[in-house]
């Protein structure tokens, strides 16, 4: 060993693998033994497998609901509905209504699909709505408009809710909403989806001769 | 499309848990090495990194940024290994471990003991000192990665490497 205590200024930069002066041959055979140490040791530690991602999901499955499961989340939650045609007008608005009083405050990203009138016997009118207060633009895509991503913008409301009507002819489609022209999410109130094929979901609302049946 | 991990988050937290395995996967390849090196055994790492996992789950919704999620679950993983080590009994000391010859036919078992004494003298440093050496030296970080990683800023960085190296120095002694 040397007779340093500490390393030199030049054998710490060495060490940093950045450039450094005339480092003393000892000192960097001394640094070298250090280094090859380091690697030894390196090599030697096996990180730990994909067992450890089954045993953490096992252990998420076994926990109870989330915390913010519970409460008043599941009141707002959207839930199949099925209603006669002269009601949906009725419904949407007081859903709307009642959404706007009973949410306590902005936050990020809430939305509800509510069916709103017949157009036509096998079409009717359904309100997208999302809460996102802090979006600079929203829009809606998905199976009917071939998933264009800015075909159908929707408009800004009061308290940062974002909303468009769409005349959906009676059937099932997926959809999502993009945020700012980047950001693809589902529905975060929708209870039907469907795996996207890339890692994600899809949000999916049935839509009946009556109304939203299913979202 | 890759998701990112403010939208796993956001999924997550919305109900999707099976999405959080995603979070699971991303983390687990990306910190595994850095948590047995931080703890000095494969298994308690293994478990350490699972408490870690269950803990980001249970406090998701109080991570402020969930674009960043790497970086606060590094912070929670880098607490669970350093009192994970502490309840450890401690590592072989440095002086019961074999030098390397230097002459020994055998290489491999001189790295091993190379690697014993790097191990060993590892129990030597604080718990900011081994993070900062492992994060240099293991996961092979610049300065500023480290510092983006873990909030603290280079020059304090560098010098709990240095010290680190230090007393490592001081530590292998005769061995070097």
Not at chain 1, 91 to 105: E, I, R, T
Not at chain 2, 35 to 62: K, P, T
Not at chain 2, 132 to 138: R, S
Request: aromatic content about 8%; hydrophobic content about 40%.
């Amino acid at each position: 060993m040397s007779i340093r205590d500490r390393w030199s200024a030049d054998a710490h930069r060495y060490l940093d693998g950045t450039p450094h002066g005339d480092l003393d041959p000892e000192e960097r055979r001394e640094a070298d033994l250090v280094l090859e140490a380091v690697e030894a040791w390196t090599e030697g530690l096996e990180p730990p497998t994909k067992a450890l991602d089954d045993a953490v999901m096992a252990r998420i499955r076994a926990r109870a609901p989330r915390p913010a499961d519970h409460g008043w989340r599941w009141l707002i939650r959207p839930q199949p509905i099925r209603m006669r045609p002269v009601w949906v007008p009725l419904a949407a608005a007081a859903a709307l209504a009642f959404w706007l009083v009973a949410k306590p405050g902005p936050e990020p990203e809430q939305s509800i699909p509510v069916a709103s009138a017949s157009a036509t016997a096998d079409t009717v009118f359904v309100h997208f709505h999302l809460v996102a207060p802090d979006a600079r633009v929203v829009a809606l895509t998905g199976t009917f408009n071939g998933w264009a991503a800015d075909a159908y913008q929707m408009a800004r409301e009061d308290g940062g809710i974002w909303s468009i009507t769409l005349p959906l002819p009676v059937g099932e489609y997926q959809y999502q909403f993009v945020i700012n022209g980047e950001r693809w999410i589902p529905d975060p109130r929708s209870q039907a989806r469907v795996d996207d094929g890339f890692g994600g979901t899809n949000s999916v609302v049935v839509v009946g001769p009556r109304g939203v049946v299913q979202s | 499309m890759e998701l990112s991990d403010g939208m796993v988050v956001q999924r997550v937290l919305d109900g999707e848990i099976e999405l959080f395995r995603v979070l699971v996967e991303r983390y687990r390849a990306k910190f595994g090495r850095h948590a047995v090196a931080l703890v000095g055994d494969r298994d308690a790492a293994a478990d350490a990194m699972q408490e870690a996992f269950i803990r980001a789950y249970d406090s998701l919704d109080r991570c402020r940024e969930p674009d960043r999620f790497g970086s606060w679950f590094f912070r929670i993983l880098t607490n669970q290994c350093h009192d994970t080590r502490s309840r450890l009994r401690p590592h072989a000391d440095i002086a019961e471990v074999d030098p390397p010859s230097g002459d020994s036919p055998d290489d491999d078992a001189d790295r091993r003991e190379l690697g014993l004494m790097i191990n060993a003298a590892l129990d030597e440093l604080t718990a900011e000192q081994r993070e900062a050496f492992v994060l240099k030296h293991v996961d092979g970080r610049s300065y500023e990665e480290m510092a983006d990683l873990t909030g603290v800023g280079v020059d304090a960085l560098k010098m709990r490497v240095h010290r680190a190296r230090d007393t490592l120095r001081e530590k292998l002694g005769a061995r070097l």
